[in-house]
């Protein structure tokens, strides 16, 4: 096989010159109203293959299969991920055997030639009627094969238990793989509210199934420190707990103080390190942060002599209550001081403490020290900051959060790791080692990467997926909105940045407004699947509607896995304007082609025997209330949504 291989691989590449993509032209399925073709791919792996041919003919999965792969420490992973992933849905006895001549099911093989054109995470998909191989040249390469097999496989694959009826058959593909770029991550905020470790090793499987490399811990914030640092146990037993709260966070009256502060909880090192090893064993490394000097009141609820304010001791771990005035922007006004003091020895000996123990304990290459939001109207009146500036010569906050981030810098290296921060960490000096997470605008991480900085894509109007999804009527309110089409805009390598110094991309799920894993997975899903084809697949290859017609087959799959996903990409867009005789007008649109959206005015629950929605409205003189759904052919889609017409007069400005 060796041998012919490269024969094969010419043939591979002509026959991609002249044939079809076929994820990329899905089939057609006329609607059940017989006027619509709605888009029906027979091939919808997420994130978009580099390359995909379709071949004729099925492979049929046997009642006894085996997978021949050789024996190594991380193959023996991807095999076992794979022999659980065929044996509880399909019944077939799955069975695992090394490299010989006999033949195999399944042939996991790493090429005894380097193919550099697959890198470390490429793979090449080989589906016959008689076997499947997968070649890669590491076993990264392999797993990441393994999740386009599985995606090519009946939606049923995804059933936590025996699905019977099904005939297990993948269709005949040639795909060569690999990605964009190298860095392809989640941020999880488990501090805000608390996941516990079975939680995280869930949110691990269900993104591993879509490439992503890197999960980001957001791990300590103004609500909770969640990591055990031996030697400094009021960490978790104080930082770790607050007030449960009900409603939205932010507004919560302040706790009185016989409330009790038992919400919360923290991974102990051994937690984490098996944590750790469960991504390893999904080739996720995990980057730990420690957000400081900012969004620190749960260190500073724990040991307020860390702490530039008097009457520090009596701050307590934050439970949603409003802390900081947002009404000039960022950094903000804190109304409690929740920041590290840049002029406290102490501080620089804590965080020593802390990071030998995070850099003992993660093995990824870098940690993460957070930089962002740091209020300072405390610092600046402090006599101790100001004799620090007197000092070092500093001439402005800007510069003294300067002088800290370089402080722990100097911590983190001498640990033997990268530093990494926020992009507020370039508003001063910033040594070319420091890395940035770009967050704030596309243009933070352009200019970062000018100056040969290390740069992770992660620009909010893009990849924060904490952002509603659609109006603010269906959705918890936050400050801003992020639609699934939006975020697949997402571009990691944007114009203007040196792509040389662009490690990759990543969405940032905070949950400041998430109180369970559930919302979690609603509030990632389906704009993860948008992101993961942004950093994974060819800028070339990416084509919205092609996207979404995958997206709702996946749909299918979460039903099966009982996965929550958001369905909000059917809802309707409302925008509100004024005619010329200053009368409301109500525009509609989707995101989303191939939909018809019926409505009512009378207060009663529109369906598809209403009045479908063809032009601009003009509400009845007496209407409180517009309520609308969207249909794809006779099956709603779309959830049935009330928008009062008060709300869009107020969006439509004066009368």
């Known amino acids: 096989m060796k041998r012919i291989f490269p024969v094969f691989l010419c043939l591979f590449l002509f026959q991609q010159a002249t044939a079809q993509n076929m994820s990329a032209a899905p089939t057609s399925a006329t609607s059940a109203e017989g006027t619509a073709n709605i888009p029906v791919p027979e091939i919808s792996i997420i994130p978009e293959p580099v390359s995909m041919i379709k071949n004729g003919g099925y492979f049929t999965l046997p009642e006894n299969v085996t997978i021949q792969a050789v024996a190594t420490p991380e193959m023996k992973a991807v095999v076992d991920h794979l022999q659980e992933r065929l044996s509880t849905p399909t019944g077939s006895f799955v069975a695992t055997s090394g490299m010989n001549n006999h033949p195999a099911t399944i042939k996991l093989i790493l090429n005894d030639r380097q193919n550099p054109q697959l890198g470390k995470e490429g793979y090449q998909l080989s589906v016959s009627p008689s076997q499947i191989l ?66 995280v090793k869930q949110y691990i499987d269900a993104m591993v199934r879509y490439k992503y490399n890197v999960l980001h811990l957001h791990l300590t914030d103004d609500e909770g420190w969640r990591l055990e640092i031996k ?20 507004d919560f009256i302040p706790p009185t103080a016989d409330e009790p502060r038992n919400y919360g909880g923290f991974y102990t090192q051994d937690d984490l390190k098996e944590i750790i090893k469960y991504a390893k064993e999904r080739f996720v490394n995990i980057l730990p942060e420690i957000d400081v000097p900012g969004h620190s009141l749960a260190i500073i609820a724990s040991y307020p002599e860390l702490s530039c304010t008097p009457g520090a001791e009596n701050y307590k771990v934050r439970s949603g209550e409003k802390i900081m005035d947002w009404s000039r922007g960022a950094p903000p ?80 290296e001498s640990k033997g790791k990268k530093f990494m921060g926020w992009d507020e960490i370039m508003e001063d000096d910033l040594s ?3 890395a940035v997470m770009s967050w704030r605008t596309v243009n933070a991480g352009i200019q ?17 997926i904490d952002y509603m999804q659609s109006d603010v009527i269906a959705e918890p309110k936050v400050y801003a909105s992020l639609r699934l089409s939006k975020a697949y805009e997402f571009d990691p390598i944007p114009v203007g940045a040196d792509p040389k110094y662009i490690k990759g991309g990543q969405a940032n799920l905070w949950t400041e407004q998430v109180y369970n894993i559930r919302q979690a997975e609603y509030m990632t899903w389906p704009r993860a699947m948008a992101i993961s084809e ?8 990416k084509n919205w509607n092609s996207f979404f017609a995958k997206v709702e087959q996946h749909f299918k799959r979460f039903d099966l896995s009982e996965t929550k996903y958001a ?4 809802d309707p867009i409302f925008k509100a304007s004024r005619t010329a005789d200053r009368q409301l007008l109500i525009d509609l649109s989707t995101e989303v082609e191939g939909l018809d959206i019926y409505y009512s005015f009378d207060n ?49 400005g004066k009368r």
């Open 134 to 199: 997968i070649r890669a040249n590491q076993e990264s390469g392999l797993f990441y094969g393994v999740q386009s097999l599985i995606q090519l496989f009946p939606k049923e694959i995804e059933a936590k238990e025996l699905a019977r009826g099904v005939q297990w058959k993948v269709p005949c593909v040639e795909i060569t793989d690999y990605p964009r770029v190298g860095w392809r991550g989640l941020m999880f905020d488990v501090a805000r509210h608390f996941f516990t470790k079975n939680e």
């Open 231 to 250: 030697g400094l146990p009021k960490l978790t037993e104080v930082g770790a707990w607050n007030v449960k709260k009900t409603g939205t966070f932010g």
């Open 333 to 412: 006004l804190a109304l409690v001081d929740n920041t590290l003091c840049p002029a406290n020895e102490k501080v620089y000996q804590f965080l020593d403490t802390v990071i030998t123990q995070v850099a003992a304990l993660f093995p990824f290459e870098y940690i993460h020290m957070g930089g962002d939001e740091a209020p300072k109207n405390f610092w600046e009146k402090n006599p101790a900051v100001l004799d620090l500036m007197k000092r070092e010569g500093l001439k402005n906050m800007q510069q003294v959060q300067g002088y800290f981030e370089k402080r722990v810098q100097k911590i983190v």
């Open 432 to 434: 070319e080692n420091a």
């Open 448 to 464: 970062a990467s000018n100056k040969k900085h290390e740069v992770v894509m992660s620009p909010s109007a893009y990849a924060y």
């Open 534 to 541: 942004s950093v994974w697949s060819p800028k070339e290859k």
């Open 567 to 570: 369905p909000s990409a059917y």
């Open 604 to 652: 009663s629950y529109p369906d598809r025997f209403y009045p479908k929605y063809t032009e601009k409205l003009v509400p009845p003189k007496d209407a409180t209330l517009l309520r609308v759904i969207t249909y794809k052919g006779k099956e709603p889609v779309g959830r049935m949504l009330s928008m009062p017409i008060d709300e869009l007069n107020k969006r439509a």
